[in-house]
């Protein structure tokens, strides 16, 4: 007797994270096999030999099917043949050979941590890259150049909605309901090995980059949704009485900057009141986006007049993680239940020039988009009930 099936967790062991294996069981003879998946789930979602109660059910049930086939198919082709059903070269199709060593000309892995240094990146994006290549490293999926193809692409889709966000001691002590990065967060690993291989291709070692041929595939997750503040939520951030010289003054007079001249963090660390130029009462600025190269436009309102006055022509130098902190402070101490991020205060910005009549293309300048269309998401906003509330936020015409 011949049979395959799907298994959840055979040896009743769970591990540390709750999880056990979804495995292919394969019965020749009534002695028994099991292959890997690739695929760990807990208790509760497994049903009636299904992969549930997850955000990627289906993508994961869709990778456990392809495994079933996929045995199913060596074994067919070996009593189609005539030949003995042997495991291990079952096994070397399924799951890859044990060992791990592969030739050098073979090692995409390799190849793609030399590359990322020579991309002319900048230090953050740069890191991005290396996280990138050490997950799909990690997932062992896409190993050597031999490994590229569509499916396989799918497979480690499967296993990035698989990941956990991290937990403190606390919240695992608290029973915290596990949590799975978003979907934004797989699209850049996506986009960061895409462009590896992009540059593979051009440099001929590949003849096709599989992601061409998954176009809309990759879903961006939900990039429709824009949180910003409102008059009333960013006085009460400006009344906020703070010990100058504080860190939370510092993020505060920081936000405000943002919300006023729709800088990304990288570029209001980057400013400087030197690279201005007056013209009358005005202080005008056109830098160019450290992050893209974009040029932005800016106008010193009085707001950011006297924060940049403040601190002698230059913002406070902090990471955009200790900003990011310490504007979640600030948001507890005035009630602002929204999280409080860099990018709100860029959002701010934003959704008040739309909210003026400020045109969307000069909008667009002024943020320093390189495409109009991604400004877009700005305008959406604009139907909604909030604007009733939000009036001119001052400076003067």
Not at 313 to 330: C, D, F, M, S
Request: hydrophobic share 40%; glycine share 8%; aromatic share 8%.
């Amino acid at each position: 007797m011949i049979k395959t099936t799907i298994i959840y967790n055979h040896r009743g062991r769970f591990a540390k994270d709750g999880t056990a294996p979804v495995e292919v069981r394969l019965t020749v003879s009534r002695r028994v096999y099991y292959f890997h998946t690739g695929v760990c789930v807990r208790a509760r979602e497994w049903r009636l030999g299904q992969i549930v109660n997850r955000q990627d059910s289906d993508v994961l049930n869709e990778r456990v099917r392809i495994m079933l086939e996929r045995v199913g198919d060596l074994v067919n082709d070996a009593m189609r043949n005539g030949d003995d059903i042997d495991i291990e070269s079952i096994r070397r199709h399924v799951n890859g050979p044990k060992t791990k060593k592969v030739e050098a000309g073979e090692d995409m892995m390799a190849w793609m941590a030399e590359q990322v240094p020579l991309l002319g990146v900048r230090r953050g994006t740069l890191l991005h890259y290396k996280v990138s290549v050490a997950v799909l490293a990690e997932s062992g999926i896409m190993r050597k150049w031999s490994d590229l193809s569509v499916e396989n692409v799918h497979r480690w889709d499967a296993y990035l909605h698989s990941i956990q966000k991290h937990r403190t001691d606390a919240e695992l002590k608290a029973g915290k309901p596990v949590e799975y990065i978003s979907q934004a967060t797989v699209r850049n690993y996506h986009k960061d090995i895409k462009a590896l291989l992009g540059r593979a291709l051009k440099f001929g070692l590949i003849t096709a980059n599989p992601y061409d041929r998954m176009k809309g595939e990759i879903k961006r997750g939900n990039t429709e949704t824009v949180e910003f503040l409102t008059k009333d939520e960013l006085a009460r951030i400006e009344g906020l009485t703070l010990i100058d010289g504080s860190m939370l003054a510092a993020a505060r007079d920081m936000f405000v900057f943002q919300a006023y001249t729709g800088m990304a963090f990288s570029d209001m660390q980057a400013f400087s009141l030197d690279k201005c130029r007056r013209d009358g009462d005005r202080w005008l600025m056109a830098g160019q986006r450290v992050k893209t190269g974009v040029t932005y436009y800016v106008r010193l309102l009085p707001q950011v007049l006297a924060v940049v006055e403040k601190y002698g022509g230059e913002l406070p130098k902090v990471a955009v993680q200790t900003y990011n902190k310490n504007l979640k402070k600030i948001a507890a101490a005035t009630g602002i239940t929204k999280r409080l991020t860099s990018h709100v205060g860029r959002h701010t910005f934003a959704t008040w020039a739309l909210h003026e009549g400020v045109p969307i293309e000069r909008v667009s300048k002024m943020l320093g988009h390189a495409k109009v269309t991604q400004t877009q998401r700005y305008a959406k906003v604009l139907a909604e009930d909030v604007f009733g509330e939000f009036d001119r936020l001052g400076g003067p015409q």
